[in-house]
């Protein structure tokens, strides 16, 4: 039993037109921590999938002619909801993800924002008027909602994926369908028993919560009645939804995998850049999309730089995150620490030195620990992958347009960031940058008002911003003609 103040957040199974499923199979979900089974879940499956989409469908035309400003204010009630219960929905989180307790209540307050933001951008969603080319004309552009949204969303952030995506719909005047991750559904059924007692009406947010990913995720992808499809997730498993989709020519958004570089140079302020590095690679034990995926240090501040990092590294405190001071909770599972070793065995097997770290904690099956490596190559395993685990590879490099290269050397787009204090340099290296999101002397780069969002491999869409609203919405042309009679 989870240990929270409020208990009816804690839901029995998906939520569907305003309605709790509850069904004879059960999912067990479990604390990576320690392994322990903290809830259990019903199992839904296509045809639940099915009767979300439908309900959303339903709830279209009530939810899409309120006033944006209605709309708003019910948002508004959610978001207010989500933070009076904020220290539950965190220690929810917590226990069925694994990252630290403040960093929970982080992924909260971040999650809402989005809330609060769109709630407002909702009433700003303006048309326009063009100059016509005769008299007789006018021409209108207008937007209105895509209609149904659907949504598969992943593990590492259960509460703000869904936040993040959601609220731009439902201000859009969407109505919306998210399947989470099976490993972390208890935060969106927390946050569909919020949008209840918001007062967003039944069919307008659904959480089908089932273990057959496959399955639900084709209902999702090409279910008639669903007008757009967005995805959190893998590069891999984004592609195979992409041409899933293309099958009724869906609204597609992606935010997928990213190899983040994190470049130093050799004018930077050093002490700054540690911080930035920490914050980007080390936040939710490397298991963010935006993570740094590669150090890259100019030789003149190598040994500077490396020496502060690794002092920093080892200040890391690992363990349960619920236990106040720790820094690196478990990750998601014994086969995710398999992944990130064989990396770096790999690597070390191709020349890479551990300064420190290196192997699975003594702490449980599912801890790894901090680890930092020199000696690495843009080449290597560990530079070419995601690593998504608490590991640092360092490359060095010696000029501005080499590293450049090296840093747009993937297939990925997401995330970068760069230490420097000379303009000019900024300015070269931030356009030359292959990437969605550019962090200059800065390693914590979203928020609700800024669009997150990849390039390349990495997905296409924007989520938050005045940018993140369009694409919940169609343009329509209007041309009014005979205005001459
Ligand atoms: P990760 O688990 O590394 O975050 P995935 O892309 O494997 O990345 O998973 C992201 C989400 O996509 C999860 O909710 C997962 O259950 C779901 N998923 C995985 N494979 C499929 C699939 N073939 N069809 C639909 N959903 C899938």
């Known amino acids: 039993m989870l240990n929270i ?17 509850t069904s004879a199979e059960q999912i067990a979900i479990t604390n990576p921590a320690d392994g322990c089974i903290i809830a259990s879940v019903a199992n839904a499956g296509i045809v639940e999938t099915e009767q979300a989409v439908v309900a959303a469908k339903a709830a279209l035309a009530v939810w899409s002619a309120k006033s944006a400003s209605e709309r708003a204010g019910i948002l508004r009630n959610w978001f207010n909801l989500i933070m009076q ?8 989180l917590t226990q069925e993800q694994g990252k630290p307790l ?19 951008e909702g009433k700003r969603v303006y048309g326009d008027t063009i100059p016509a080319p005769s008299a007789d004309k006018r021409i209108i552009v207008i937007k209105q909602p895509v209609g149904v949204v659907a949504s598969i969303t992943p593990w590492n952030f259960p509460n703000a994926m869904i936040a993040r995506k959601a609220a731009a719909a439902l201000a859009a005047g969407c109505t919306f369908v998210v399947r989470p991750a ?22 307008v947010f659904n959480v089908v919560v089932g273990s057959e990913a496959k399955a639900m995720g084709e209902v999702l992808t090409m279910h008639p009645d669903v007008a757009k499809f967005t995805f959190t997730g893998s590069t891999v498993v984004g592609k195979s939804l992409i ?39 080390y936040r939710n034990a490397g298991q963010t999309c935006v993570c740094t995926n590669r150090i890259f240090v100019q030789n003149k501040v190598l040994a500077q730089f490396s020496e502060k990092f690794v002092a920093a590294v080892k200040e890391l405190a690992i363990g349960n995150g619920l236990t106040a001071g720790v820094n690196i909770g478990p990750m998601i599972s014994a086969e995710a620490v398999k992944n990130v070793d064989q990396l770096v065995q790999k690597s070390v097997g191709q020349g890479a030195k551990v300064v420190l770290g ?3 904690d003594a702490a449980g099956a599912n801890f790894y620990q901090p680890t930092v490596l020199t000696n690495v190559t843009n080449s290597m395993a560990i530079a070419g992958n995601e690593i998504f685990g608490p590991v640092s590879p360092i490359i060095a490099f010696s000029e501005e347009a080499e590293v450049i290269a090296m840093a747009n050397d993937t297939e990925y787009g997401l995330a970068a960031y760069f230490y420097a204090r000379d303009i ?18 800065e390693g914590m780069i979203s928020n609700s008002a800024a669009p997150f969002g990849g390039v390349k491999q990495s997905g296409n869409g924007r989520e938050g911003s005045k940018y993140g609203l369009d694409d919940y919405l169609e343009i329509k042309y209007l041309c009014m003609g005979g205005l001459d009679k």
């Open 358 to 360: 290196g192997k699975q």
């Open 85 to 92: 219960h904020q220290d539950d929905l965190a220690a929810i």
């Open 102 to 120: 403040a960093e929970a209540k982080g992924e909260v307050a971040y999650g809402a924002a989005f809330i609060e933001w769109f709630a407002e």
């Open 243 to 281: 041409s899933q989709c293309a099958h009724g020519v869906k609204k597609v958004s992606m935010e997928l995998g990213g190899n983040a570089p994190f470049i130093v140079f050799d004018d930077a302020d050093i002490d700054a850049a540690v911080q930035g590095a920490m914050a980007s690679k």
């Open 424 to 441: 000019g340099r900024i300015w070269r290296v931030a356009e030359g940058l292959e990437y969605g999101m550019v962090g200059i002397n």
């Open 182 to 203: 099976i490993q972390t559904p208890l935060s969106a059924l927390a946050m569909a028993e919020l949008a209840e007692r918001a007062g967003i009406p039944a069919g």
């Open 5 to 21: 103040t409020d208990q009816q957040l804690i839901k029995k199974g998906s939520y569907i037109n305003g309605r709790w499923l």
